[in-house]
C-alpha cells in the first residue's frame, strides 16, 4: 500500500538548535517525495522536492531509498520556521500531482 | 486576483441541503485537484481533472459531485451530506503538462460544516 507516515505530530526544539522532520513512505516504484509547510494563516505550499536536491530557507531533504525515508533537515531553526509540514509522495507519474499526504508535523521554534 | 481562489470561505449545511463550493485558479494551469482534510486524518485527494476530464475519483461518495466547466473553474456539488463530511475542502491546480513538477497550488480552502 502506497502511505506516507510522519510519526510526530508535534516537535518542539530552540531557536539555533538542529531540526529533522521525520517521513517514512511506502511505495513500490520509484518514489517522487515533497515536502510542503504551511505558515500561520497562509496557504499550503511546496518547500521542497527531493528530485531538485536543493536547499530552501536552510531546509534539505534526502531522499534514502533502503530506509524508505525523506527526512527534512535544517541545522539552526529559526523563529520563523514554525509551521506545519506535511510530507507527500506523488502516487501518479512525474506530471501529477496526485500526492498522498502524511498527517503532518507541527513544528514550534522557541525563542 | 491570482492563484487559486476559494468560496465559501465557510459554509454550514444542513443534511439535506445542497450546496456548491466554487474554486477558481488564475495560473493558466491544466489540472485541477479536490483534497478534504479532516481533523487527525492525513490530506485525501478527491478528485483529479485534467483539461476538464476527470481521471481520478478516489472512491469518494456520490454525495459528492465535481464538475470542470473548463480549465479555470471546479466546482464540488454537495447534496446531503453527513456530519463527517464536516472538513476543510482544499482546491488545487498544477501545470500537469510536460514540463510539470508535481507541485500543487492550493487555495485557501472551504471550511464545510454539516449539522
Known amino acids: 500500500a502506497q502511505r506516507v507516515t510522519q510519526p510526530e505530530k508535534l516537535l518542539s526544539v530552540f531557536k539555533g538548535a538542529p531540526v529533522e522532520l521525520k517521513c517514512n513512505y511506502s511505495?513500490?516504484?520509484?518514489?517522487?517525495l515533497f515536502w510542503y509547510v504551511q505558515y500561520s494563516r497562509q496557504r499550503l505550499q511546496l518547500l521542497l522536492r527531493?528530485?531538485s536536491r536543493e536547499s530552501i530557507k536552510g531546509f534539505t531533504a534526502d531522499l534514502n531509498k533502503g530506509e524508505t525515508s525523506f527526512h527534512l533537515k535544517k541545522p539552526f531553526a529559526q523563529e520563523e520556521d514554525s509551521a506545519m509540514y506535511y510530507c507527500?509522495?506523488?502516487?501518479?507519474?512525474?506530471?501529477?500531482?496526485?500526492?498522498?499526504f502524511g498527517q503532518g508535523t507541527t513544528l514550534q521554534v522557541k525563542p | 486576483e491570482t492563484g487559486v481562489t476559494q468560496t465559501p470561505r465557510h459554509l454550514v449545511m444542513g443534511m439535506t441541503n445542497k450546496k456548491s463550493l466554487k474554486c477558481e485558479q488564475h495560473?493558466?494551469?491544466?489540472?485541477m485537484y479536490w483534497y478534504k482534510q479532516s481533523a487527525k486524518k492525513p490530506l485525501e485527494l478527491m478528485f483529479v481533472?485534467?483539461?476538464?476530464?476527470?481521471?481520478e475519483n478516489n472512491s469518494v461518495p456520490s454525495r459528492f459531485s465535481p464538475e470542470c466547466p473548463n480549465s479555470s473553474h471546479l466546482f464540488l456539488h454537495l447534496h446531503t451530506l453527513q456530519p463527517e463530511d464536516s472538513a476543510l475542502y482544499l482546491c488545487?491546480?498544477?501545470?500537469?503538462?510536460?514540463?510539470?513538477?508535481?507541485?500543487?497550488?492550493f487555495g485557501e480552502g472551504s471550511r464545510l460544516t454539516v449539522l
Open positions: 488545487a491546480s498544477s501545470p500537469e503538462t510536460g514540463r510539470s513538477t508535481g507541485e500543487l497550488f
Open positions: 511505495y513500490s516504484g520509484s518514489p517522487e
Open positions: 527531493h528530485i
Open positions: 507527500a509522495l506523488n502516487k501518479g507519474s512525474s506530471n501529477t500531482g496526485k500526492l498522498i
Open positions: 495560473l493558466g494551469h491544466n489540472a
Open positions: 481533472y485534467s483539461l476538464e476530464e476527470r481521471v
